[in-house]
């Protein structure tokens, strides 16, 4: 790990932004997180952005001020369409360019700062538009306590199947209905058909639920027929965002046989606006171990490098704001909490797993990790955990029962690195609201 | 139908194009299918063509030449880009405005002749790119005998799921590879592990298999949260070519559950380079029936329309060339015959599916049909059915013998519609030779 910490990740780095300096911030000038942006409700073209403290400071406005040196002023050709992809295809070093500007620049006692000043918009203000251009999105499902416990609720015989050790379990997903943070969704009609029901019908979903995951970016792409070794697998990632992969579960359970999840999970999912960068997340990588007995992976799936340091120690957290909530003023309150280092495969894995039989990656294509639960009760990533299968309701501080979704209901999932003489990095909030169904 | 039958598809019409007049062509000028095209081997940009007997009419040359009526040369707008994706979006009323203009100019005694030659380009002397930049791929499971045969062969206790009757089975694909026809392919390396096996290995596909596939393009798309209504489905779509999903089915098996396929398909997929538009499909529509006491399908899923013509009558065949016989100048042999009336649902229900739970389709969106087996000896789509899960080798006329594919082995897909007082309307050959994995 130690190679890749630098002086960007100096603790006690200050920023002239003083709001990047509160202590609760996701956005100290150690993170450097980038998304699109534009001021809100305005017609502006979207563009690239970095979050510092409070503030979006707008990287076009830099670069072509002159401010950024130019290796990090390459870096950003080809984002002037509103997309990040271009940056994401050039790899680590240009990444890292970036990252050395902006941290010399918005660093306390740095020189051009009434220049730098006028290149930020406040956040408050500021729209976001999808990072990227999603060319292909894939599930993974690498959350064991989650895979195991939704598992137990489908098959109660075989909760984790026996290919779930040795294969990164994964599927395709739908690229066109990943939207912006805070993009209200509405509830999916759908088939459902209960076990004593003569036959299907179409409604309003019943059983409509979150999906608490790690949204994670690949950066440069790999030719078809190509795998990319596992030695190799994170130069082709980019960063991570939090990614809410809402699902309806009476959908789910009548249609997923034998394909996998399709209308259940095609209607929507949420992407954070923010990106952060493996660069920002080094300090809490972790090392990856396998727990007592379990099978060590197979060499394509196997590296030093990966058990030194292929885990992520994050935490990761849902909350929910109810209609009563919102009427009365209250905030959003948290249903649950979990931690990425229950993941039970590496980010690299997923390169290496999803190209070994010849599949492309490509810049700003999308891996949702799966849903990301702890072992614990409250620990769930889902109401389906959480209410235990529907079964058992969630009480509010304010009394309202949840057993999954009702309109109206809006969730965030926040998450943030903490450890001992790093600065805390966090992720931002992804957030998206329930609207009520159409008409059947 | 009648009322969608038109001048354009008078058996009657010749072409002043010779070759489009032979009885076994595909492209008489009652088809008129699409792609998008060069010449080989040239750096030329990729263009929009039509297909006439054996040559491509070049369709910007045509525009820009000044011989298209305007709403034809308006259908053509944003075709430049190389995809067909413009023209896709734009509806049905823009492709009909084309294909009356290419019926008008390309039919016998028509005006212009010279200029319109001038805008030919032999098809030997061509190569082709996608005929869309597919934004998202998914692929349904329409072939009821195949989904019968193979879930035998998964699930021998319940072949056909108790959803197969009323639940249109998708699932999302691959789109980043797709390949156009003639692109050779790898076989994929990946996980195996047979039933007695104490662990899985990693190694070249040793099932390797194709798919017998039509590929749906979509057209005009929907808005996210708006389902679209079963008599507008149609509207929605483009035409369809030949699709073939290549498939490692020991792949698959090891890693399909719970979340269905997904290294054993996303390797490589063959897309044929024409479209044959819904136009030109008309004469070959039939009523959509189900079997003596199957369910019918849900409301959302019936109309009056769907009953009357929701069917598509076409009759597909697969072709096989192995080194021996390309060594020894054989053409390639048939190896099965298959036709799309065996689908259990329609091109339209499939859009109302897609699209009930909020799902957006986006135009140049791919739907592969699945594989589309006939009832009987012979008439399975893919080898898995025809050598009864690779217990049965098919004989090949030279003595050679397939469970699965071998390396070099070529597949070709066919397929076209005939019917008394109609042309035949052809779909071109896709076509997709085996390549040896990659070291493991």
């Excluded at 918005?106 to 290149?119: F, I, N, P, S, T």
């Excluded at 955990?385 to 509010?396: C, D, F, M, N």
Aim: charged residues 20%; contains cysteine; proline residues 7%.
């Amino acid at each position: 790990m130690t190679d890749r910490i630098d002086a960007t990740h100096d603790a006690s780095l200050q920023s002239w932004v003083a709001s990047a300096n509160a202590a609760g911030t996701d956005f100290p000038v150690q993170n450097l997180p980038l998304a699109i942006f534009r001021r809100a409700g305005s017609d502006e073209a979207w563009r690239p952005g970095a979050a510092i403290g409070d503030q979006v400071v707008d990287l076009l406005t830099l670069r072509d001020a002159g401010l950024l040196p130019r290796d990090a002023a390459d870096a950003l050709a080809g984002t002037e369409v509103g997309t990040l992809n271009a940056l994401m295809g050039r790899g680590r070093a240009a990444r890292v360019a970036l990252r050395q500007a902006l941290s010399q620049g918005l660093r306390e006692g740095a020189a051009d700062r009434a220049q730098w000043q006028a290149a930020l918009v406040p956040q408050a203000g500021a729209e976001h538009g999808l990072p990227a251009r999603i060319g292909d999105y894939t599930d993974f499902y690498i959350g064991i306590h989650h895979a195991t416990a939704v598992g137990r609720l489908f098959r109660p015989d075989s909760p984790l199947l026996p290919n779930y050790k040795w294969v990164p379990i994964g599927y395709h997903g739908r690229a066109s209905s990943i939207v912006a943070s805070g993009t209200a969704l509405r509830r999916p009609l759908g088939q459902g058909k209960g076990p004593d029901d003569a036959a299907p019908q179409l409604r309003p979903s019943q059983r409509l639920d979150y999906e608490l995951e790690l949204g994670i970016f690949v950066g440069p792409g790999n030719a078809q027929g190509a795998p990319v070794p596992i030695a190799e697998a994170e130069d082709h990632l980019f960063g991570i965002g939090l990614f809410n992969d809402w699902s309806a579960r009476d959908v789910q359970a009548w249609e997923y046989q034998p394909l996998g999840p399709f209308l259940s999970k095609n209607f929507a999912s949420t992407l954070a606006p923010w990106v952060v960068t493996l660069e920002a997340l080094e300090p809490f990588r972790i090392p990856f171990t396998r727990p007592e007995g379990d099978p060590q992976p197979l060499a394509y799936l196997d590296s030093a490098e990966t058990r030194a340091r292929g885990g992520l120690d994050l935490q990761l957290e849902v909350w929910i704001q109810t209609a009563q909530m919102r009427a009365a003023g209250q905030p959003h309150e948290q249903l649950a909490r979990a931690g990425s280092r229950h993941a039970y495969w590496t980010i690299g894995q997923l390169v290496s797993h999803h190209t070994i039989g010849g599949c492309n990656l490509q810049p700003g294509d999308l891996f949702g990790s799966g849903t990301l639960s702890g072992p614990g009760e409250g620990q769930g990533g889902s109401l389906l955990e959480l209410s235990h299968g529907g079964r058992q309701p969630l009480v509010l501080a304010n009394g309202e029962k949840r057993v999954f979704l009702q309109d109206s209901d809006s969730i965030q999932l926040r998450a943030y690195g903490v450890r001992e003489g790093f600065r805390r990095i966090g992720f931002g909030v992804c957030e998206g609201t329930v609207l009520p169904a159409p008409a059947p």
